[in-house]
Nanobody
Framework: HVQLVESGGTSIQPGESLKLSCKAS?????????IGWFRRAPGKELEGVAA????????FYADSVKGRFTISLDSAKNTVYLQMNSLKYEDTAHYHC??????????????????WGQGTQVTVS
């Protein structure tokens, strides 16, 4: 039974930085072909913001966060991180990590992901 548990969300001021964590169990996290970070802002649709092929290390970013967010993986800890810098009001959302056992280029397609965490709230105000 795969579990993803996010942490690190909080209330923060614009311009500041925050790092979210997503711990996968059981390991190894590389059993999943890719990991994605998605967010849902109030009144908006679910948006993919970052994704990574866990074995190749290739990363992808939405235009809205490119240059500000970084997805990274610590295989020893079975944890994926989302480093968020220069946060803006519009980054306020509930952030989820998700694991996909075979992405085949569909890393932005939420419906294709096999496992989801409960999420963690980030409020920029």
């Amino acid at each position: 039974h795969v579990q993803l548990v996010e942490s690190g969300g909080t209330s923060i001021q614009p311009g500041e930085s925050l790092k979210l964590s997503c711990k996968a169990s059981p390991g190894p996290i590389t059993r999943h072909h890719c990991i994605g970070w998605f967010r849902r802002a109030p009144g908006k649709e679910l948006e993919g913001v970052a994704a990574s092929y866990t074995r190749a290390g290739t990363t992808f970013y939405a235009d809205s966060v490119k240059g500000r967010f970084t997805i990274s993986l610590d295989s020893a800890k079975n944890t994926v991180y989302l480093q968020m810098n220069s946060l803006k009001y519009e980054d306020t959302a509930h952030y989820h990590c998700a694991a996909h056992d075979y992405c085949a280029g569909s890393y932005w397609t939420a419906q294709q992901y096999d496992y989801w965490g409960q999420g963690t709230q980030v409020t920029v105000s």
